[in-house]
Nanobody, 118 residues
Framework: QVQLVESGGGLVQPGGSLRLSCAAS????????MGWYRQAPGKQREMVAT???????MYADSVKGRFTISRDNTKNTVYLQMNGLKVEDTAVYYC????????????WGQGTQVTVSS
């Protein structure tokens, strides 16, 4: 079992920055791929960024060049640095974990709201 707790969301103006954190507990963090997903009102949940246990990263086209995912295995934490935020980035952001070697994102946090507005 893995427990995930997100933090760092909030209200920011367009062009601003936020850093989301996701603290994991309950299992060996380094054995999991980690991901950030988001869901805007009336839309389906979508992948934002993922990072494998080997630190291979993947990004949605909409955030490439603006967002950076990273992980600190000594702190059991994954981060999402978000720069150049746009109104369309407004959503609830969820942290997720997938055991290496599997394909299903099994574990999810409770989500943190990010609102980009002037």
């Amino acid at each position: 079992q893995v427990q995930l707790v997100e933090s760092g969301g909030g209200l920011v103006q367009p062009g601003g920055s936020l850093r989301l954190s996701c603290a994991a507990s309950g299992s060996i963090f380094s054995r999991y791929a980690m991901g950030w997903y988001r869901q805007a009102p009336g839309k389906q949940r979508e992948m934002v960024a993922t990072i494998t246990s080997g630190r291979i990263t993947m990004y949605a086209d909409s955030v490439k060049g603006r967002f950076t995912i990273s992980r600190d295995n000594t702190k059991n934490t994954v981060y999402l640095q978000m720069n150049g935020l746009k109104v369309e980035d407004t959503a609830v952001y969820y942290c997720s974990a997938r055991r290496t070697g599997t394909v299903v994102w099994t574990y999810w946090g409770q989500g943190t709201q990010v609102t980009v507005s002037s």
